[in-house]
């Protein structure tokens, strides 16, 4: 005796052949290798950015200087151009701050600036110049630079990292972020 499929089981079984196939095609999008001139990194470093805004900013006062303080660590070569170098500091680092809205504490932000990296072992540096802008959709901050002279003088970085403004904001203004932990990358 022969069983037929009632049209809703065929449905539901020709959903479930175009759901795995959709699953075996992004599998397989997903496994391709990075086309050949795809660009490797100098250098990757684990970075701590703490930024200062003097005045910190309110309502009224929608812009002020930044002075900043960051730490590279961890850091790795993976074209293996500059494998020398472990990290560094980057000091001083100056600039101004826009708070594009009303309120200063949705971190609706952009900063821009200058500074040099002291890195470590031995006694190179390089110059940068940069940009910090803010996603108040899930509380990134972008930091892009572009160092300008010295070691890795050509390359631009990007940095993505959890934005932490001081906890009285609210109450006094904005007056510093910290980027406790996030990853840089030199190209």
């Known amino acids: 005796m022969t069983r037929h499929l009632g049209t809703s089981t065929r449905n539901r079984l020709r959903a479930w052949a175009v759901a795995a196939a959709s699953l075996l095609?992004?599998?397989?999008a997903t496994a391709v290798a990075p086309p050949a001139?795809?660009?490797v990194?100098?250098?990757t470093c684990t970075v701590n950015v703490q930024l200062s805004f003097s005045p910190s900013l309110t309502a009224v006062q929608?812009?002020?200087?930044?002075?900043?303080?960051a730490s590279l660590s961890n850091c790795l070569s993976p074209d293996g151009s500059h494998p020398h170098l472990a990290?560094?500091?980057?000091?001083p680092v100056s600039g101004t701050v826009t708070s594009?809205?009303?309120?200063p504490c949705n971190l609706l932000?952009?900063?821009?600036?200058?500074?040099?990296?002291?890195?470590s072992p031995g006694d190179e540096r390089t110059a940068f110049d940069f940009t910090v802008r803010t996603n108040v959709l899930d509380g990134t901050v972008q930091l892009t630079t572009w160092q300008t002279a010295g070691t890795l003088a050509g390359t631009t970085s990007q940095t993505v990292g959890v934005a932490n403004p001081n906890l009285d904001c609210l109450l006094n203004g904005l007056s510093g972020l910290a980027v406790p932990v996030a990853l840089t990358?030199?190209?």
């Open 87 to 91: 990290g560094g500091t980057a000091s």
């Open 37 to 39: 001139g795809a660009e």
């Open 185 to 187: 990358t030199f190209l």
């Open 25 to 28: 095609a992004l599998g397989s």
């Open 62 to 69: 929608t812009t002020a200087s930044v002075v900043a303080v």
């Open 41 to 43: 990194a100098a250098l």
């Open 109 to 119: 932000l952009t900063i821009t600036g200058s500074g040099t990296i002291e890195w």
């Open 100 to 103: 594009l809205g009303g309120i």
